[in-house]
């Protein structure tokens, strides 16, 4: 055989070989079919398929991938129409059954989604639909996922992106809760006004209790004082007369004394002089006051 023709020979092989190479990139996988029928699925790798009789009829990524589909018109059991947005996120679990379960996985997963919504609207009423997301989400989850299964897809989330209610319920929403935003701002001013006229209230209780107390101080102390002057008073009273008793002083000194403080009375300070009753026996207390003072002068 001519080398030229053997190198030929050799180059074609080569050729068909590298032709036949198939790598398999990060997180996707191959479907390959011999002869029209399912081989096999190509995981992450190096991988040869035999010439002519095998091909590659599926690349599928296994990632976790996201559906936003447009908003569905649905009808609520109130009979209020409105549109809902939805978010699916999905991922393949399994190449062979997405790659024969179904012929357009996602035009089937939309209606399906659809339908499904359809179905959880119409046993709620408009309120419950704007006030139980969690719930939407969690039914729709459930149902898809189950009905995806034979497909090799496993419906990981449901999220309800958006609802948009007809205008005029809009209208009417918007006017409830300007209502609502003016009651609340009205009981906060009012709760407002309640504490603040508590606690005037309160600051005027305890500044009349102060008042109070420091009154009461000062009338304690004002009595006190007084009770201390009038002691003061009866002790030096007191003293005065043990003097009076410790000389043995008569009647007729104890009358000069009271005549001197007669006269220490009357001494120009005082436009006025009260007169014991008395009085009228002036006569006899001057002259029992000259035989004291005679008795006492020195010889």
């Known amino acids: 055989m001519p080398i030229y023709l053997t190198i030929g020979i050799l ?3 080569l050729l068909l070989i590298i032709r036949n190479i198939r790598i ?3 997180a996707n996988a191959f479907v390959v079919e011999r002869l029209g029928a399912y081989q ?7 991988h040869i398929k035999m010439p002519i009789i095998d ?3 599926s690349k599928v990524s296994i990632k976790e991938n996201v559906i936003d589909f447009e ?3 649905v009808i609520t ?3 209020v129409t409105m ?3 939805t978010v699916v996120f999905y991922a393949i679990t399994d190449p062979k059954l997405y790659a024969y379960g179904v012929t357009n996985p996602m035009s089937a997963i939309e209606n399906l989604t659809a339908t499904t919504l359809r179905n959880i609207i119409g046993e709620l009423e408009l309120d419950q639909t704007l006030t139980s997301r969690d719930v939407i989400n969690t039914k729709m989850r459930a149902i898809l996922d189950e009905a995806t299964d034979p497909w090799g897809i496993k419906v990981n989330r449901v999220e309800v992106k958006n609802i948009i209610p007809p205008k005029d319920i809009q209208d009417a929403m918007e006017k409830q809760m300007r209502a609502e935003r003016e009651k609340r701002e009205s009981i906060l001013r009012a709760e407002g006004e309640k504490m603040a006229a508590i606690l005037s209230a309160e600051g005027e209780k305890a500044s009349a209790i102060l008042r109070a107390e420091a009154a009461k101080e000062a009338a304690i102390r004002q009595a006190e004082g007084q009770a201390e002057a009038i002691l003061k008073v009866q002790d030096a009273t007191a003293k005065g007369l043990f003097k009076i008793k410790s000389i043995q002083a008569d009647d007729a000194l104890i009358k000069l004394k009271s005549l001197e403080t007669l006269a220490a009375l009357a001494d120009g300070k005082a436009n006025k002089l009260i007169i014991p009753a008395d009085f009228q026996n002036m006569a006899s207390i001057l002259s029992a006051a000259k035989e004291v ?4 002068k020195p010889e």
Not at 40 to 46: D, R
Not at 293 to 296: Q, R
């Open 293 to 296: 003072l005679t008795d006492n």
């Open 77 to 79: 059991r109130d009979n």
């Open 55 to 57: 091909k590659v009829a």
């Open 11 to 13: 180059i074609f092989i």
């Open 71 to 73: 908003p569905q018109p």
């Open 83 to 85: 549109r809902i947005d």
């Open 40 to 46: 096999k699925t190509w995981s992450v790798g190096l």
């Open 24 to 26: 398999v990139p990060q």
